[in-house]
């Protein structure tokens, strides 16, 4: 059996090649190509961070002076790329919030045209009111109460207090445990009127008020309507009691 020889490469190679095949290999190859291909063609990229300062902008821009949020925006993937642009816009995509989960379009309009959607969070922090502890139905809330603590206003029920004053002497329809958000549906008014108890009737209007006694004959919260007996007429009557316990029947 004769010697082995090489097989034979169909074309040419330039000497050059060669070398680079011989001392490094195939990959060394590829690697130059690579290089080649990006210096005669591939487009400059649009930075991903420029396009998240880009929404970043857009957002703050939408809000009141001064507001502090925390914006989170979703993307784009490392591992996309999309050509530079010379004029990028932002717009909201659907439904447009000053906080919270939202939508954003990103569109290039020169000198290629290409968009993208971006899924954005708006977060504010502000001072809501929560039980300081457990605290069952029924009761009547003071100050010692609750607490003020931060919180994401997006995440937080509908409802929910901002200051003191609105929930200190109003009582819990339902348990609450430590920590937990007051929310205004909580909360009704203290009672005021109690069964059998006397009473101010009142019957005001038309530039008249006139005040008789009354004997309550149902417990009653401000806001509620009460059947009240007329202590010197005998007669029934329904009126509705009020903040100072009154109940007060309107003249038309």
């Known amino acids: 059996m004769g010697p082995l020889h090489p097989t034979p490469v169909r074309g040419k190679l330039r000497p050059s090649l060669r070398r680079w095949i011989a001392v490094f290999g195939w990959l060394a190859v590829a690697i130059a190509t ?8 591939l487009p400059a990229a649009e930075s991903n961070a420029a396009i998240r300062q880009a929404v970043e ?16 925006v979703d993307g784009p993937a490392p591992e996309l790329r999309f050509p530079r642009c010379d004029h990028l816009s932002v717009a909201h995509f659907g439904p447009a919030s000053a906080v919270g989960a939202q939508t954003v379009e990103v569109r290039c309009s020169a000198p ?3 968009s993208l959607y971006l899924p954005v969070r708006v977060a504010q922090e502000q001072g809501v009111i929560v039980a300081a502890r457990a605290l069952q139905a029924g009761h009547v809330l003071s100050a010692d109460d609750l607490s003020t603590v931060r919180r ?4 937080l029920p509908p409802g929910t207090l901002m200051q003191t004053q609105a929930a200190v002497g109003q009582v ?7 920590g937990q958000p ?8 203290p009672q005021l009127v109690h069964y ?15 005040v008789a006694l009354g004997q309550a004959m149902a417990d009653g919260r401000v806001g509620q309507s009460v059947l009240v007996r007329n202590v010197q007429s005998g007669r029934m009557v329904s ?7 009154q109940v007060v029947i309107p003249l038309n």
């Open 239 to 245: 009126g509705v009691v009020d903040a100072q316990g």
């Open 57 to 72: 902008t857009f957002i703050r821009q939408g809000l009141p002076a001064g507001t502090s949020v925390t914006i989170d």
């Open 112 to 114: 290629r045209v290409w």
């Open 196 to 210: 059998g108890q006397p009473v101010s009737l009142v019957v005001q209007g038309m530039g008249i008020r006139l």
């Open 182 to 189: 007051i929310q205004q549906s909580m909360l009704t008014g």
């Open 34 to 41: 690579l290089a080649g291909d990006l210096a005669y063609g």
């Open 152 to 155: 994401d206003t997006a995440r």
């Open 172 to 178: 819990l329809r339902y348990g609450v445990a430590a």
